[in-house]
């Protein structure tokens, strides 16, 4: 008799109904034609780890966002793992987000990782004149468009524009009521703020999975750039070590024992899953959910 127990179709019903933490991952769209051998071997190589679910990042100009929805929708028909597709409110307006949301729709991407996003190029924003102003106003739009599952972005660390946790808690929990149904931390490399954040969150009532995004540092010129991207330094303690190894191959040693080390604290800590930045490479994020997959089965 054929099995009646099926695939869950969302992000959402994967959280609710997951024995154990979920493991993602994130690619982001080839600049150009050349690069794009670049991510298919990216994901054929992470394709063995069986992640709970995939994404695309969207990108910041027409053709990179055209790129986001060509890989996002091969992915999603290539009978890979359930895929989320991003959406910015990035200079766009409202019919062309409606298009991109048609477009992944067309192919089954019902996931949605709905983000304000920045600038091309970096500077003030600035609202598309049909478009929407922020994240919770795309929230609301993409569940007005039809039965999609919609995750958003949260911040282990306060966001640099305002360094006000207590802004961004009540700008997640807006999120939360116009219908996300998950988050995603932006990145960073101490457990503690991640901690408190979801401690804070849930004496407010938001009762959302916050899922952190990891991303393993293997070179030293990585630090200023993820220091960049997480919008705070790095810890002081693991920089220094990281100035003071004596060879490449120790500074990926350092990097790599940092992440397994956050990564167990906050599985131990009840984070529902973890989400791997990849930048588009494998090796690093192989072998760190290797480990953790090791570990957990030993």
């Known amino acids: 008799m054929p099995s009646t127990i099926s695939r869950p179709r969302t992000v959402g019903e994967l959280l609710s109904t997951a024995q154990g933490p979920l493991f993602s991952f994130e690619?982001?769209?080839?600049?150009?034609?050349?690069?794009?051998?670049?991510?298919?071997?990216?994901?054929?190589?992470?394709?063995?780890?069986?992640?709970?679910?995939?994404?695309?990042?969207?990108?910041?100009?027409?053709?990179?966002?055209?790129?986001?929805?060509?890989?996002?929708?091969?992915?999603?028909?290539?009978?890979?793992?359930?895929?989320?597709?991003?959406?910015?409110?990035?200079?766009?307006?409202?019919?062309?987000?409606?298009?991109?949301?048609?477009?992944?729709r067309e192919v089954g991407v019902t996931n949605i990782l709905a983000i304000r996003g920045d600038m091309p190029g970096g500077g003030e924003w600035v609202q598309h004149e049909d478009g929407l102003a922020n994240a919770t106003e795309l929230v609301r739009f993409i569940k007005e468009q039809g039965d999609f599952c919609v995750g958003v972005a949260a911040f282990a660390n306060p966001h640099e524009t305002t360094n006000d946790a207590e802004l961004d808690d009540q700008i997640l929990l807006a999120k939360v009521r116009a219908g996300a149904e998950f988050a995603i931390t932006q990145l960073f490399f101490d457990a503690q703020p991640y901690i408190d954040m979801v401690a804070r969150l849930r004496a407010k009532g938001c009762t959302i999975p916050i899922i952190p995004g990891i991303m393993p540092l293997t070179v030293i010129t990585q630090v200023e750039r993820f220091a960049g991207l997480s919008g705070r330094p790095l810890p002081d303690a693991f920089v220094a070590d990281l100035r003071a190894a004596g060879s490449k191959e120790e500074v990926r040693r350092i990097g790599m024992a940092h992440c397994l080390e956050l990564c167990r604290t906050l599985l131990d800590a009840g984070a529902p899953g973890l989400q791997f930045f990849t930048q588009n490479r494998s090796k690093a994020t192989r072998e760190v959910l290797a480990e953790l997959k090791r570990t957990a089965e030993a």
């Open 27 to 104: 690619f982001y769209p080839p600049r150009s034609e050349e690069e794009e051998p670049i991510l298919w071997r990216a994901v054929d190589a992470l394709a063995p780890l069986e992640p709970d679910f995939v994404s695309v990042t969207y990108g910041a100009t027409g053709s990179r966002r055209d790129r986001t929805i060509h890989a996002t929708r091969r992915i999603a028909t290539d009978n890979g793992p359930l895929t989320v597709g991003h959406l910015t409110c990035v200079d766009q307006s409202k019919a062309e987000i409606a298009e991109a949301l048609a477009a992944y």
